[in-house]
């Protein structure tokens, strides 16, 4: 079983930065690729970025630029660090993992808010 505990969340202006943390538990982490989703009121939920075990990375077309995830496979983390935050980012933010044998997230965190003011 994988437990999966974000943190980091909070109240911005634009333009600031936020760096949200995922403590991954219960598995071998570097067996795992590890995402950042979010889900805004009214919308789908959307893949934000994701990483690999060795360090291969994805970022959406909308936070490209601005968004770098990351992961300490030593302390089974993984972060996203958001720069020149937009009203738009406001969204419920979600850490998951997926085996690296499977194409489907299968676990998640409880959800971190990102709430960024104009």
């Known amino acids: 079983q994988v437990e999966l505990a974000e943190s980091g969340g909070g109240l911005v202006q634009a333009g600031d930065s936020l760096r949200l943390s995922c403590a991954f538990l219960?598995?071998?982490?570097?067996?795992?690729?590890m995402g950042w989703f979010r889900q805004a009121p009214g919308k789908e939920r959307e893949l934000v970025a994701e990483?690999?075990?060795?360090?291969?990375?994805y970022d959406a077309d909308s936070v490209k630029g601005r968004f770098t995830i990351s992961r300490d496979n030593a302390k089974n983390v993984v972060y996203l660090q958001m720069n020149s935050l937009k009203p738009e980012d406001t969204a419920t933010y979600y850490c998951a993992s997926k085996h690296i044998s499977t194409a489907t997230y299968a676990y998640w965190g409880q959800g971190t808010q990102v709430t960024v003011s104009s």
């Open positions: 219960g598995r071998t982490f570097s067996a795992y690729v």
């Open positions: 990483i690999t075990s060795g360090g291969s990375t």
